[in-house]
């Protein structure tokens, strides 16, 4: 028997991303782990702030890379992040630099296999090979 059990999400591009990034949260602090070989804990303004670049990179996909980067973490940018979140610069700088220290970042550009682009009717699956222990 097959069960199957679907959690629909209506959400907007802004949105999606932090919704994405906890639902996935466990999984990547694990990949993460296993990168950095320490503990990670993706605190909620830091998966906040992730998510907001990931946002902006997929705002402006269709830009030219060195222009897509520059407006990703143009200061103007930063700004409407610092707002988002509620925090200021120094708090920011600070995030960002945890990012890079945990490869998600890799100087002003997200690092290669955290970068995806969603499109409409996005699919995150988790399939589950369950076992009871004396079989």
Do not use: C
């Not at 999400?9 to 990168?35: G, H, W």
């Not at 320490?38 to 998966?47: A, D, F, S, V």
């Not at 409407?80 to 610069?89: A, D, F, L, R, Y």
């Amino acid at each position: 028997m097959v069960n199957n059990e679907i959690l629909q999400l209506t959400t907007n591009s802004k949105r999606f991303f932090i919704e994405y990034l906890s639902l996935k949260k466990p999984i990547l602090e694990v990949m993460l782990q296993m990168i950095n070989k320490k503990k990670i804990n993706l605190h909620p303004k830091l998966l906040h702030v992730f998510a907001l670049i990931l946002y902006y990179n997929n705002l402006y996909k269709d830009l030219p890379e060195d222009q897509k980067w520059k407006k990703v973490f143009d200061y103007d940018t930063k700004v409407q992040m610092m707002n988002e979140v509620g925090i200021n610069e120094g708090h920011l700088n600070t995030y960002i630099s945890i990012l890079r220290n945990y490869h998600l970042l890799t100087g002003k550009q997200i690092s290669l296999p955290f970068i995806f682009y969603p499109e409409s009717g996005f699919e995150l699956t988790f399939k589950f090979n369950y076992k009871e222990e004396n079989e």
